[in-house]
């Protein structure tokens, strides 16, 4: 049985992959310090992202279990 790559465990816990195979993010920037955005911003950023399509290969691969 070959070795595949081992998971990379950062990243799994960054990202997440969907049922349709989109990769999804949380935004940055909602540690600290929020006081001074808008409402509008910090309702934004609680919500989660898809990843931009350059990205999406390397991440799966580095996601990839088995």
Do not use: C, D, W, Y
């Not at 998971?7 to 310090?33: C, L, P």
Request: charge should be positive.
């Amino acid at each position: 049985m070959a070795k595949g790559q081992k998971t990379h465990k950062s990243i799994v816990k960054r990202f997440r992959i969907t049922r349709t195979g989109k990769i999804m993010k949380k935004k940055a920037g909602q540690g600290h310090f929020n006081a001074r955005e808008s409402g509008n911003i910090t309702r934004l950023k609680r919500r989660s992202t898809t990843m931009a399509k350059p990205f999406v290969r390397s991440i799966k691969v580095l996601i990839a279990k088995g």
